[in-house]
């Protein structure tokens, strides 16, 4: 039996707004076994990437468990998260997220560079030049965010978040910002990836991308519900 990556009790997430308690998040209950992907639905607002930002240690709960590969995200400082989130997840943003002033596989390295010196820059050159090369961009090494299509600056993205082998790979709606043509490619790219072993999370509110996954959440006003 495949091990439990990700695992939430009662995770609930609320705003102060004015003298109000807005929930957006409720006593969500989620887990993830490895090599899933899976889809988290919902409209704008249901709590679907207030979940992922969660999960992606990008944000605290405000109460209820979360563990990642048994580790009690829960307990941790925030040093500790930073340092969990920069090793053990990948993340693809919808906007891309890389720094214009930096080639593609210096963006692509950028997660390895925040390791306290554990790699050198040839050994950072290299893993980026493999990550690239998973995702079919080995020949776009040197070249600028600005000299790439949409579709390749969203495969520097996934090569990006690859390169430290993660537990899990959290896409927010990767397909955003692509026509219908490059979204297709990407989303046959995160199959691969799946298919070669990866776990991946995805936000999405596209039906036709959520049907690439082999399992689909759906949220509505903070609550999750399998379909």
């Known amino acids: 039996?495949?091990?439990?990556?990700i695992y939430t009790v009662n995770l609930t997430r609320n705003y102060q707004v004015g003298d109000q308690v807005l929930p957006v998040l409720r006593e969500t209950n989620f887990s993830v076994r490895q090599g899933e992907f899976v889809a988290l639905m919902?409209?704008?607002?249901s709590g679907k990437s207030t979940l992922l930002g969660l999960l992606g240690l990008l944000d605290r709960a405000t109460s209820g468990e979360y563990w990642l590969e048994g580790l009690a995200v829960f307990t941790l400082t925030q040093n500790e998260l930073s340092a969990l989130r920069g090793k053990r997840i990948g993340f693809i943003f919808q906007?891309?997220?890389?720094?214009?002033r930096l080639s593609a596989w210096e963006n692509v390295a950028l997660p390895l560079s925040y390791q306290?010196?554990?790699?050198?820059q040839e050994e950072q050159r290299q893993r980026a030049k493999e990550a690239?090369?998973?995702?079919?961009?080995?020949?776009?090494?040197?070249h600028y965010p600005m000299k790439l299509s949409g579709g390749e600056r969203q495969r520097v993205t996934i090569a990006r978040a690859l390169i430290t082998n993660p537990a899990v790979i959290l896409a927010d709606e990767p397909t955003g910002n692509l026509d219908s043509r490059r979204g297709e490619e990407i989303m046959r790219l995160l199959r691969e990836?799946?298919?070669?072993?990866?776990?991946i999370v995805m936000v999405t509110h596209?039906?036709?991308i959520a049907g690439y996954a082999n399992r689909i959440c759906t949220m509505r006003d903070g609550v999750l519900s399998e379909n």
């Open 1 to 5: 039996m495949r091990r439990t990556i």
């Open 42 to 45: 919902g409209a704008s607002g």
């Open 95 to 100: 906007n891309f997220n890389l720094l214009p």
């Open 116 to 120: 306290n010196g554990n790699y050198s």
């Open 132 to 142: 690239l090369a998973r995702v079919g961009l080995n020949h776009r090494l040197d």
């Open 193 to 199: 990836l799946h298919q070669d072993g990866s776990t």
């Open 206 to 208: 596209d039906t036709s």
